[in-house]
């Protein structure tokens, strides 16, 4: 799967440096797996749910860190690429 991602981790990292190696992680796990669903996504990722933004568009949350991070994703499945 393709990422549209890592300036947003490594800006995010800069700031709060602990967070740096568990965001590296998961980004690591994204683009080296190829996810066609959600319950696909949800195999690797177990700390994640699925949420509507107010415009009705779904959206995935990852809980990094800890849960002291939430990654938020617009995933596209057929296109095979996310962004956060």
């Not at 947003?8 to 740096?20: E, S, V």
Request: aromatic share 10%; with cysteine.
């Amino acid at each position: 799967m393709h990422s549209i991602v890592h300036a947003a981790i490594n800006r995010f990292g800069a700031i709060h440096p602990d967070a740096q190696v568990s965001l590296n992680a998961w980004a690591q796990l994204a683009s080296k797996n190829k996810f066609s669903t959600f319950n696909g996504l949800k195999a690797i990722f177990l700390n994640m749910d699925a949420v509507k933004n107010k415009n009705g568009d779904s959206l995935t949350v990852f809980n990094i860190h800890g849960n002291a991070v939430r990654l938020v994703a617009a995933i596209h499945y057929k296109r095979k690429y996310f962004l956060c």
